[in-house]
């Protein structure tokens, strides 16, 4: 042994008229992974020509005083099949209001209360109704800049960011399949 | 024993993330808003990482990304010539801003009420968001791009970086330039901290901090290759800086000392912030992801967990040991 460096002969080795091969074995260091900083802030002091001694005892020192820190799991990542911002987390239930607020009646007038909550999901219902008739069916799209598109209408997704149709017929050719952003549209109709 | 800093990585982002903002301390903790050129902004939980939500609306690269204190609003800032001003409880657009050319930069005032925002068209305008169908107040002087714009001294004043290798203080009710700092190079980052007025600045391998009312040079500090961003630590004991070599290093702010350095991003660094509370900074790549990095290693914090045999904290909770 020689500075951490051994020699040995293969034991396939069997050949007298073959020279002899040697096996050198290096100490085996952990790979560097994504912290070099033991290193970096301590430097050997030669800079040219490192003792094998001098390597040996910084691959050992890495090894066994460099410890990663331990995680419980890795961060959650986005959901690919919505936009996030969970309705039935805390933050969303204690903060958000919705879109169009209600008439809030100190003292509360539980009946118009009521009634406005009544009205409101009658209009949800007409919404999620008209979405469910409008599929397979022509519909015409109002868009901004005065533009009138035709298309077969799909369906919607579930924020209602965008609406998948088919031959949907532009000023610049038919698309077969298309998306279009809902934010662009001003109205639509349909024949039911 | 000496503990090596095993960063969170945050995936999600399909292009380079060129901004983030942390917002202030709130009831549900702190949040972490990222700016990405794939024009989709990503809101996640600012001590584990997790993802929030998305907020889609932009139809270009989002060059700039801010939260409220609250985080309640968030504002980013695209290239597509539209600032948006988003609800960050529902993740819905609240107001789109037009402007002349692609907007760079961002900012709250402190009660939310305001809104700075510059760009390439080299105009600071400010929004006032009570009343948006009035036109926005202008203020012109910058020769080239502007960078960051800031809010600073109370909201009273703005520090604005640009192209033009200048930053300048204007008066808020005036509209005037206060004071003009000029460099020899194109400033890469800004970062303002209310707590003292330190104003922090990079430019080539330079970390420079100056006094934000009197722009005056405290001290600088030179890191080993080009700087994109530092970050300054809330108790200001340490800075984080990070740039063109993929490695963040970490300093001592009273000597400038390099203490750490850490390999792991895949491609340039181009923001560092710390977060509120300084348990953590955040660091977004070229490479598309984001980071969390421990500032005391081997702290049970957030998702890293405490690991030594005999455990110095107290608490009940934690638990020391391998996982």
């Known amino acids: ?192 | 024993m000496a503990m090596r800093q095993t960063p969170l990585t945050c995936s999600g982002h399909t292009r380079p993330v060129v901004d983030l903002a942390f917002s202030g301390i709130t009831p549900f903790g702190y949040f972490l808003i990222s700016a990405c050129k794939d024009g989709k902004p990503m809101l996640r939980q600012g001590d584990t990482g997790d993802w929030i939500g998305t907020f889609l609306g932009h139809k270009g690269a989002v060059w700039g990304a801010t939260l409220n204190m609250d985080a309640t609003k968030a504002a980013t800032a695209a290239a597509d010539f539209t600032a948006k001003v988003w609800d960050s409880v529902s993740g819905d657009e609240v107001l789109s801003l037009a402007h002349k050319h692609i907007v760079k930069s961002v900012n709250f005032t402190q009660d939310s009420n305001h809104l700075l925002t510059a760009g390439n068209d080299k105009l600071l305008r400010i929004f006032d968001l009570s009343n948006t169908d009035a036109a926005p107040q202008e203020i012109a002087g910058h020769g080239a791009a502007i960078k960051k714009a800031l809010w600073c001294n109370d909201d009273k004043q703005i520090l604005s970086a640009a192209d033009d290798k200048t930053i300048r203080l204007w008066d808020r009710t005036s509209m005037e330039e206060v004071k003009t700092l000029t460099f020899n190079t194109s400033v890469s980052s800004m970062e303002y901290m209310a707590d003292g007025e330190i104003l922090v600045i990079t430019y080539g391998k330079t970390i420079a901090f100056y006094n934000a009312l009197s722009l005056e040079l405290i001290k600088t500090a030179e890191a080993p290759a080009p700087i994109n961003s530092a970050s300054l630590h809330p108790e200001k004991d340490f800075f984080v800086a990070g740039g063109e070599d993929f490695k963040l290093y970490k300093f001592d702010y009273g000597t400038q000392e390099e203490l750490e350095s850490y390999k792991g991003h895949f491609g340039p660094v181009h923001c560092v912030r710390f977060s509120p509370d300084g348990e953590l900074y955040a660091s977004g790549s070229e490479d598309g992801t984001l980071r969390l990095w421990q500032t005391a290693v081997g702290k049970t914090y957030g998702l890293w967990k405490c690991v030594l045999p005999v455990c110095l904290d107290n608490s009940s909770e934690s638990q020391c040991g391998e996982p």
């Open chain 1, 1 to 192: 042994m020689w500075f951490g460096i051994s020699w040995s002969l293969p034991k396939s080795f069997t050949l007298k008229k073959q020279f002899p091969v040697y096996v050198l074995h290096f100490p085996v260091c952990p790979s560097g992974g994504d912290n070099a900083s033991f290193l970096d802030t301590n430097p050997p002091k030669k800079k040219t020509n490192r003792t094998f001694a001098v390597r040996k005892e910084l691959c050992w020192k890495k090894q066994h005083m460099a410890t990663p820190v331990p995680v419980l799991r890795l961060p959650k990542g986005p959901d690919p099949n919505s936009r996030g911002f969970d309705p039935n987390s805390p933050r969303y239930i204690a903060l958000c209001r919705t879109t169009v607020a209600t008439t809030e009646a100190a003292g509360g007038d539980e009946e118009e209360l009521q009634q406005e909550q009544h009205a409101r999901s009658v209009l949800r219902e007409r919404f999620l109704r008209c979405l469910l008739a409008m599929n397979n069916k022509k519909v015409r799209f109002n868009m901004h800049e005065n533009v009138t598109v035709e298309a077969t209408f799909g369906s919607s997704d579930i924020d209602v960011l965008n609406f998948q149709v088919s031959d949907l017929h532009t000023p610049i050719g038919v698309q077969k399949e298309a998306l279009i952003r809902s934010q662009d549209v001003i109205s639509f109709t349909f024949d039911a």
